[in-house]
């Protein structure tokens, strides 16, 4: 038996009433979730809710057949005829989630990375939690400084944990305004907040990792001018704090700082255009300035802080393929008497290259990938397909004896244990990291960023296999290495000596030893000079299949010719990006930069209209690789 069709209830829009008779059109960015709608969209105001609507406030507004939410942007009169526009339907929130400045600073971060503002806003603005809003009342104005905004960088201080500094830095740092601390990761968020409750000191937290209710109350206390010192994570850069005079980055070259998402901003970056906006100044600290912030110290742009300390530095390289020279192992020797051993290692894992013990050809798998161990016992297995060989035998000569070509972490902490045998052996890496340890002896190998934190410092810092760290083919990797080892090493006791598996004549011998960078940046600066590569260059990274860029090349070049890209434009690619990817580069100079910019989303539009998938480009990146 056919049942009969149920009709749908076709229920009439709701009559929005008059509309506001003061500023009557509300610009609104809407979350269409269509990345090409970059531009605001024009909504009637009721009057009802005209007393209500500011800039900044949360609303919902009719899109084709759906209700969506929008940031209200501005406030404007009438000048056309209102029969064609629709009205605003709801208020979500009692309270404006952004301010005139916020969303100044949200438009310029979206036009210069080539993003959507509805992109940028997903990352500024938590979402909203109607109970957290219960029992909050407005306590000040945004206030402009007349004063112009004043950056510094302050080099991190040797044998003093950063985050300790940090905290050290903000209290001595007088301010009559609001202060912004970011920090780049949840582990050194959470430390920070620790060392200021100790210091009671008051703060109010952006973590994202908070509960949502309590994210949105946090959020919205600091908007109305509740807290004077407000700590987060790069996503706060964009927080709209109230009389707000100072901000603090700390590690500013850290790659946590780049947004994961599009359109891939930069938190260092959003702080000088939040400097330019609205006056604020700026406080980098870090133990190696990034070569954009050291261009900028040699330009006078930024001033320089720095206490100079002399420090024991021993180097010894490793001469037969040792990997702890004699005269650094009777050092480690000495150094476990009296406390725990720091040893710096370049990569996780056991060995992230193979090769036959007997020709030494490096192991491959059929489908091309490099063979690895994760395990002394474990099998051979491909670092691409993951396909494993139980009983892998050299293609070449035979052979089934394994060389390590490579070695990780746990491979590592193997041959150190057995170098000083009955000592407790500590690992710490991104994946499982140890956040402490006390002052007993103990070996303690980690890879860079996550060193734990010796309570009393280490007694020594060994840096192994420098080379390897320093022949990165990465195009910051040097940069990346330099800073990886001053960190390390500021974990140093008064008394503690660094070690170093190099040379003794090489410039981070010195740079240690003094305690001073600036011959290193100095040095790299004046490489990426001759080449012309970032960042005395702007770079844009576009990822798509290879023929994709192939054409796009092709269009790029000759619209060069034509005159409708950058003269400075140069193109190199396509090359292998990921596991199946590739990579177009473009570098080009600063002043032309938002000139590609806007050419790339003029080439999306298109490929937008014409139904084909759109192109991922990065603007600045972390690293060309």
Same mark, same amino acid.
């Given at each position: 038996m056919l049942r009969p069709l149920k009709l749908r209830i076709q229920r009439a829009p709701q009559s929005a009433g008059p509309t506001a008779s003061d500023l009557p059109v509300a610009s609104v960015w809407v979350d269409s979730g269509i990345a090409t709608l970059t531009d605001p969209f024009s909504y009637l105001i009721p009057e009802k809710l005209s007393s209500q609507i500011k800039i900044g406030s949360r609303v919902q507004v009719p899109f084709k057949d759906k209700q969506l939410e929008g940031i209200v942007i501005d406030r404007t009169p009438l000048l056309t005829d209102s029969r064609e526009m629709k009205s605003i339907y709801k208020l979500l929130g009692d309270f404006p989630v952004?301010? *005139?400045?916020? &969303?100044?600073? &949200? #438009?310029?971060?979206?036009?210069?990375?080539?993003?959507?503002?509805?992109?940028?806003?997903?990352?500024?603005?938590?979402?909203?939690?109607? /109970?957290?809003?219960? +029992?909050? @009342?407005?306590?000040?104005? *945004?206030?402009? #400084?007349?004063?112009?905004?004043? /950056?510094?960088?302050?080099?991190?201080?040797?044998?003093? !944990?950063?985050? @300790?500094?940090? /905290?050290?830095?903000?209290?001595?740092?007088? #301010?009559? +305004?609001?202060?912004?601390? &970011?920090?780049? $990761?949840?582990?050194?968020?959470?430390?920070?907040?620790?060392?200021?409750? *100790?210091? +009671?000191?008051?703060? $109010? /937290?952006?973590?994202?990792?908070?509960?949502?209710?309590?994210?949105?109350?946090n959020f919205l206390s600091v908007s109305l001018g509740g807290p004077k010192l407000v700590i987060g994570m790069r996503g706060a850069i964009f927080a709209p704090i109230p009389n707000l005079t100072d901000i603090f980055l700390h590690q500013e070259g850290s790659e946590h700082y780049f947004e994961r998402r599009s359109p891939y901003w930069n938190a260092r970056e959003v702080a000088w255009m939040r400097s330019k906006l609205s006056r604020v100044n700026i406080h980098l600290t870090g133990y190696v300035p990034s070569l954009d912030v050291a261009i900028d110290i040699d330009a006078k742009d930024v001033k320089y802080r720095a206490i100079r300390q002399k420090i024991p530095v021993l180097a010894q390289p490793s001469s037969n393929g040792e990997l702890i020279p004699s005269k650094i192992y009777q050092l480690v020797r000495k150094a476990l008497l009296v406390g725990p051993v720091l040893f710096l290692v370049p990569t996780k894992g056991y060995a992230t290259a193979i090769s036959c013990a007997k020709c030494r050809n490096i192991a491959m798998c059929e489908c091309g990938g490099k063979l690895s161990k994760s395990s002394a016992k474990s099998e051979p297995i491909c670092v691409l397909c993951s396909k494993k060989y139980p009983n892998w035998r050299c293609g070449w000569c035979?052979? @089934?004896?394994?060389?390590? =070509?490579?070695?990780?972490?746990e491979r590592f902490a193997e041959e150190i244990g057995r170098s000083f045998p009955n000592q407790v052996v500590i690992q710490s890496t991104a994946s499982d990291p140890r956040d402490s340890v006390g002052d007993e002896p103990a070996l303690v190998v980690s890879t860079p960023g996550v060193e734990p934190i010796a309570d009393s410092g280490y007694s020594?810092?060994?840096?192994?296999?420098? !080379?390897?760290?320093?022949?990165?083919? @990465?195009?910051n990797g040097v940069e990346r290495a330099y800073a990886s080892f001053f960190a390390a090493s500021a974990l140093l006791s008064d008394? +503690? =000596? &660094?070690?170093?598996?190099?040379? !003794?004549?090489?410039?981070i011998i010195s740079a240690l030893t003094t305690w001073n960078p600036a011959t290193i940046s100095k040095r790299e600066i004046? *490489?990426?000079? #001759?080449?012309?590569?970032?960042?005395? =260059? %702007?770079?844009?990274?576009?990822?798509a299949d290879s023929s994709e860029l192939t054409r796009l090349k092709s269009a790029l070049l000759s619209a060069q010719e034509e005159n409708r890209a950058p003269s400075s434009l140069r193109v190199y690619g396509p090359s292998a990006y990921g596991s199946d990817g590739a990579k177009l580069t473009?570098?080009? %100079?600063?002043?032309?930069?938002?000139e590609l910019v806007a050419l790339l989303r003029e080439i999306n539009n298109r490929r937008a209209i014409s139904k084909?998938?759109?192109l991922n480009y990065r603007v600045n990146p972390y690293s060309l690789d």
């Open positions: 952004a301010t *005139q400045e916020t &969303i100044e600073l &949200i #438009s310029v971060t979206a036009n210069f990375w080539g993003g959507s503002p509805y992109d940028v806003l997903r990352s500024a603005i938590p979402p909203r939690v109607a /109970s957290a809003e219960k +029992g909050l @009342a407005f306590l000040a104005g *945004q206030k402009r #400084s007349n004063s112009e905004a004043v /950056s510094t960088f302050h080099l991190l201080p040797p044998k003093v !944990d950063s985050v @300790a500094a940090l /905290s050290h830095l903000i209290a001595t740092q007088k #301010s009559a +305004g609001a202060r912004l601390v &970011i920090v780049p $990761t949840v582990r050194d968020l959470n430390r920070l907040a620790a060392v200021l409750v *100790q210091a +009671g000191i008051a703060f $109010t /937290s952006l973590d994202s990792n908070l509960p949502r209710a309590d994210r949105y109350r035979g052979e @089934a004896r394994v060389f390590l =070509t490579s070695r990780g972490i020594a810092v060994v840096i192994l296999q420098v !080379d390897r760290f320093l022949s990165t083919s @990465a195009s008394s +503690g =000596t &660094i070690a170093l598996v190099h040379d !003794d004549g090489a410039p004046e *490489q990426r000079i #001759s080449l012309q590569l970032p960042p005395i =260059t %702007n770079a844009v990274l576009v990822l473009l570098l080009v %100079n600063p002043s032309d930069l938002l084909k998938p759109m």
